[in-house]
Structures are given as C-alpha cells and as structure tokens.
C-alpha cells in the first residue's frame, strides 16, 4: 500500500499515532517498531506517556521504504541507502547506489528467469514422455503384469522410460 503524498501535504504539521500510520502505510505496528529500532525510521517523537507520534517526513520515509522493498532490496541495503544519505548528504551519491543496487537486482532477476526458463523447458520434456508412456499403457489396455498392480505397472513404466525422473531433475538442479 503507498502513502498519499496528496493528503499528506493537506495536513502539514500533523502527527499520528501509530495505529493511523498502520492504517495509511499497510504495515504493521511491529514492522513500523522495528523500523524504529534498526534505524530506518529515526527521530520518531514520543507523546508525554511514552507512545509514539510519527509526522508526514515519517510517513513518507515508510512510503519509500516499502517502494524500495516492492523493488527487491533488503533492509540492509535500504539502510546503506540511509546512510549515504546522512553521511555524505547527497542526493546525487544515494541515487548512484540506488542505481548500483538495482542493476544488481536486475541482474539477479534474469537470472533467476534464465533457471526458471530451463526447468520449465526441462519439465514440459518430462510431461511430453509421461503423455507418451499414458498412450502406450493405455494402448496396452493396462493389464497388469503377473502378481502386480495397474498402479505399479505405471509407475515403474515412467521410471524405465526415463531415468530423468522428476526427484532425478530436482536433485540435477540443487546439486
């Protein structure tokens, strides 16, 4: 879920609760908290009896921290983005490392479509030989051999036609 940035500017000088930033943001209050606590969320103010306020720079951070997220970064690499931001103060080296970071992740999504692309190539072989060996057992009208069972037949039928079973293909492919 994303911020309004529209009512957020309707509203400046506000300040929420935490359960009316959960409502805004779509996050949870644990994952505001811990925001909080690993440094992603600083300076959050706190009322007289201890709970929290969060002001529109707050809800806006949270916006940006799930944008960044949805995009496939980590919070430590979120958090490395804040701290090129506090340290060096520029817009310009955090959009650098932005920019690094999501051609990494660029990078590792084609990759990850490449294996995908094999193993779904790899397994429509292994459906085609499983059709085939259907219309062979059921061209055989599925008799059962001496002392065994339809089931069994089938089953080591598959086997025997290929030794690329599917438990074959998934050890091939973690290994």
């Given at each position: 879920?994303?911020?309004?940035?529209?009512w957020?500017?309707?509203?400046p000088?506000?300040?929420?609760?935490?359960?009316?930033v959960?409502?805004?943001?779509?996050?949870?209050?644990?994952t505001v908290?811990?925001?909080?606590?690993i440094g992603?969320?600083p300076?959050?103010?706190?009322?007289?009896?201890?709970?929290?306020?969060?002001?529109?720079?707050?809800?806006?951070?949270?916006g940006?921290?799930?944008r960044?997220?949805?995009?496939?970064?980590?919070?430590?690499?979120?958090?490395?983005?804040?701290?090129?931001?506090?340290?060096?103060?520029?817009?310009?080296?955090?959009?650098?490392?932005?920019?690094?970071?999501?051609?990494?992740?660029?990078?590792?999504?084609?990759?990850?479509?490449r294996?995908?692309?094999?193993?779904?190539?790899?397994?429509?072989?292994?459906?085609?030989?499983?059709?085939q060996?259907?219309?062979?057992?059921?061209?055989?009208?599925?008799?059962p051999?001496?002392?065994?069972?339809?089931?069994?037949?089938?089953?080591?039928a598959?086997?025997?036609?290929?030794?690329?079973?599917p438990?074959?293909?998934?050890?091939?492919?973690?290994?």
């Amino acid at each position: 879920m994303s911020v309004d940035v529209n009512w957020q500017s309707r509203h400046p000088g506000s300040m929420w609760s935490i359960t009316e930033v959960c409502a805004r943001t779509g996050l949870s209050p644990r994952t505001v908290r811990y925001y909080e606590e690993i440094g992603l969320l600083p300076d959050v103010r706190r009322r007289a009896g201890g709970r929290r306020i969060y002001d529109a720079d707050a809800l806006e951070r949270l916006g940006f921290i799930s944008r960044l997220k949805a995009l496939g970064l980590s919070l430590a690499e979120i958090r490395e983005l804040n701290a090129v931001y506090a340290i060096r103060g520029s817009t310009r080296a955090m959009l650098m490392r932005l920019q690094d970071l999501l051609q990494g992740k660029l990078a590792d999504l084609d990759q990850r479509i490449r294996e995908l692309s094999d193993l779904r190539e790899e397994l429509a072989r292994y459906r085609s030989r499983v059709e085939q060996r259907v219309a062979e057992v059921e061209s055989d009208s599925m008799a059962p051999p001496p002392g065994g069972s339809p089931e069994a037949a089938v089953g080591s039928a598959l086997t025997m036609a290929d030794p690329a079973t599917p438990d074959r293909c998934l050890e091939r492919k973690s290994g």
